[in-house]
């Protein structure tokens, strides 16, 4: 006969609870969200937007996959910094930078100010 006796062990998780989006030109805090459902954190409620942008180049070499960089951009102003320093690099004979611009919103507990 084997008896067994019975432990109880509590187990513990560590999540990602909050999620703060901070602007790459200003600094600005774009929004803050709860990342997991739960009664101790503060509901996602309210709408924000801001862009995404990823650039990059596709020039022959090793460094084309080291040459992508995205960018959490919260207003026109900070979006037409990124425009111009890309029209600067890519204003060449052989180019081949790119851009990509996505405008995008998601729901959070506090927008950016």
Known sequence: MIKRDSLTIKVIEQRAANETCICDICKKVIYKKSCVVS???PKNLEQT???E???GHN???NDSGDSI???DICSPECLNKIMTDYIKRSNTNFNTEYIEIEHTRTSCYQKGE
């Open 49 to 51: 937007s801001y862009w």
């Open 59 to 61: 020039d022959w070499g």
């Open 39 to 41: 009664p101790e954190l």
């Open 53 to 55: 942008v990823t650039t």
């Open 69 to 71: 960089e995205h960018f």
